[in-house]
């Protein structure tokens, strides 16, 4: 574990990496990759930021993501982060990540199916599509994490939906898992909502073990991580690193993004 300076209030960037850095695969990869092999600039300032503990690399890192636009594609325009300029969201600095590393979109990429199955005729709509991140913590009242995956995934009616077949309105319309990837990244978001979670995680009957929670508490961004099962937590708040006790979790009400990673066994 190493900490990282903040420049310009880049406390959001180091709570991202901090978390980006406990992924096995990850730590994996900078611990033996060729400087020649990376994949562009963003890597290498990655590699360069593992390799020296946090020492160097930052504003190599800073650099590579200004110079790299970020498409909005709702808005139909491009910008770039605020990186080493300014504060901004953590989680999507992550996200902006998986779009410029293939290897980080693969560890977490998982597929949703959303079926819709009209009221009159029962003819059933199936749409798939990818995600990088599970959202919950839409409502503001206090519930676990495996409550609110399960309110997400139920089936809702929907009467103002127009069947295309019987041109008659009304359907169930519910959103269905369809991939368990390797890493689940959750993103709660209403920042109100407390959201109870433990260390492991059991979703269609595949274990996860929560390894990273990047928190907020509406000025400044920090990170608990750990590098495996039964090893101690840390709080990684800049430079500063501090090891937890044996028996201390790290449960944040403040928390924004949790990351779970699956063991194979």
């Not at 009159?120 to 676990?144: A, M, V």
């Not at 939906?161 to 019987?166: G, L």
Request: net charge positive; charged share 20%.
């Amino acid at each position: 574990m190493f900490g990282l300076q903040n420049f310009r209030g880049s406390c959001w960037v180091n709570a991202c990496l901090q978390s980006f850095f406990r992924i096995p695969d990850i730590a994996a990869r900078y611990s033996k990759l060729d400087p020649a092999h990376a994949i562009n600039s963003i890597d290498l300032a990655l590699l360069n930021i593992w390799t020296s503990k946090g020492r160097s690399g930052l504003q190599d890192f800073f650099a590579a993501v200004r110079s790299t636009q970020v498409a909005d594609s709702e808005k139909g325009k491009v910008f770039f982060l605020p990186i080493g300029q300014g504060i901004g969201d953590s989680h999507e600095l992550f996200t902006f990540l998986c779009d410029k590393l293939p290897f980080l979109d693969q560890l977490c990429r998982y597929k949703i199916a959303d079926i819709r199955i009209c009221s009159n005729c029962k003819d059933k709509d199936i749409k798939e599509d990818s995600y990088i991140e599970f959202d919950f913590g839409i409502n503001s009242r206090r519930i676990t994490l495996s409550q609110s995956i399960n309110e997400t995934v139920q089936p809702e009616t929907i009467d103002t939906f127009k069947c295309e077949k019987c041109n008659k309105e009304g359907c169930t319309r519910q959103r269905v898992l369809g991939s368990f990837p390797k890493t689940m990244v959750f993103h709660k978001l209403t920042p109100q909502a407390i959201i109870d979670y433990s260390s492991v995680l059991v979703m269609n009957g595949i274990e996860y073990t929560l390894l990273a929670v990047t928190c907020f508490n509406g000025g400044h961004w920090w990170a608990y991580g750990r590098e495996n099962v039964g090893t101690p937590w840390f709080t990684l708040n800049d430079t500063h690193v501090n090891q937890h006790g044996p028996k201390q979790f790290p449960f944040a009400p403040n928390m924004r993004t949790l990351i779970y990673y699956r063991f194979e066994k």
